[in-house]
T-cell receptor, first 108, second 115 residues
Framework: GQNIDQPTEMTATEGAIVQINCTYQTSGFNGLFWYQQHAGEAPTFLSYNVLDGLEEKGRFSSFLSRSKGYSYLLLKELQMKDSASYLCAVGAGTALIFGKGTTLSVSS | EAGVAQSPRYKIIEKRQSVAFWCNPI?????LYWYQQILGQGPKLLIQFQNNGVVDDSQLPKDRFSAERLKGVDSTLKIQPAKLEDSAVYLCASSLDVGTKGEQYFGPGTRLTVT
């Protein structure tokens, strides 16, 4: 079966660091994607991991461990505009399977 | 570069009525996807096209949903007849590459409310 788990909600303050975890069990694996979705808007691409390890892109980093079926998205120097839903998605076959998303609220 | 275009942005219909959504992908993107996103959940793939051929429609409720991509560019998704549980945002996305190695670009979505 296909299963992707991530926390439903997280809160943090401006300037802090937050880590959003994602665990997955899927038949087939072509890579792990993270998307950001602001309320009422379309998802936008953040990162893609296909090999184990850490990928850094500015304030955002993503980590993958294929043997553990585990990924995390690390957000540094949080800003108010980072308040959004963060979607973990696994590439399986020709499709993307999305988790339910983690709603991050950043307060001042 | 223009993004993925969708229309309408909002639609309210009564159950058992029909509705159609339109999507224009990014120019040059061969792969087009339709997703259904119910409130509080992640997007669920309904159908994937490669040019004008169907790659995956395993999760499309074919008794009421249909989609086509004539000429390998624009696509339409139709629901007939609609049910209350079809209330959701319908997202169209496109990508350059076949499969999941390519980043997908999403349109703004169509928010459907079935009453």
């Amino acid at each position: 079966g296909q299963n992707i788990d991530q926390p439903t909600e997280m809160t943090a303050t401006e300037g802090a660091i937050v880590q959003i975890n994602c665990t997955y069990q899927t038949s087939g694996f072509n890579g792990l994607f993270w998307y950001q979705q602001h309320a009422g808007e379309a998802p936008t691409f953040l990162s893609y991991n296909v090999l184990d390890g850490l990928e850094e892109k500015g304030r955002f980093s993503s980590f993958l461990s294929r043997s553990k079926g585990y990924s995390y998205l690390l957000l540094k120097e949080l800003q108010m505009k980072d308040s959004a839903s963060y979607l973990c998605a696994v590439g399986a076959g020709t499709a993307l399977i999305f988790g339910k998303g983690t709603t991050l609220s950043v307060s001042s | 570069e223009a993004g993925v275009a969708q229309s309408p942005r909002y639609k309210i219909i009564e159950k058992r009525q029909s509705v159609a959504f339109w999507c224009n992908p990014i120019s040059g993107h061969a792969t087009l996807y339709w997703y259904q996103q119910i409130l509080g959940q992640g997007p669920k793939l309904l159908i994937q096209f490669q040019n004008n051929g169907v790659v995956d429609d395993s999760q499309l409720p074919k008794d009421r949903f249909s989609a086509e991509r004539l000429k390998g560019v624009d696509s339409t998704l139709k629901i007939q007849p609609a049910k209350l549980e079809d209330s959701a945002v319908y997202l169209c996305a496109s990508s350059l590459d076949v499969g999941t190695k390519g980043e997908q670009y999403f349109g703004p979505g169509t928010r459907l409310t079935v009453t």
